[in-house]
């Protein structure tokens, strides 16, 4: 199924989370590439331009957290879709840059799928060549 489906990048610290969610995003039809600092996902949008979502946790190490990595995201990429997440933090929409969507962990899966799909106006019929292909 990969190939014609939409890109989104997860960037999580958490291992097992991140790992668990990447298997259910790919199992819900999405390619998925994936990162563990705000650091490295700036790298890789920078090398996959057919990323079309970033669901980041906000609350990482390194550099940046994820409400830094979106803004500097939507300076560079103003159509590229972004969705929030934290288990630690409860953001109000108004505090959030150019109104990100934001979703409270834990969270159930198909409403982050769902949050995807509705973000990119389709249903699984995009193109993407995601990390399994050699991209």
Not at 79 to 101: A, E, R
Request: one cysteine or more.
């Amino acid at each position: 199924m990969a190939g014609d489906t939409n890109c989104v990048l997860v960037v999580e610290d958490d291992g097992l989370i991140r790992l668990s969610l990447v298997e259910e995003l790919e199992d819900a039809g999405l390619s998925v590439f994936e990162a563990s600092t705000a650091d490295e996902a700036l790298q890789i949008i920078e090398e996959h331009p057919q990323i079309e979502v970033i669901f980041t946790d906000i609350d990482m190490p390194g550099s940046m957290d994820g409400l830094k990595m979106a803004t500097l995201v939507r300076q560079s990429r103003p159509d590229m879709q972004i969705l929030l997440t934290s288990g630690y933090l409860k953001v109000s929409k108004n505090d959030l840059p150019w109104k990100i969507p934001f979703i409270s962990k834990p969270y159930e899966v198909d409403r982050v799928v769902s949050h995807i799909r509705s973000m990119t106006g389709q249903r699984g019929e995009g193109i993407c060549l995601g990390p399994s292909f050699g991209s």
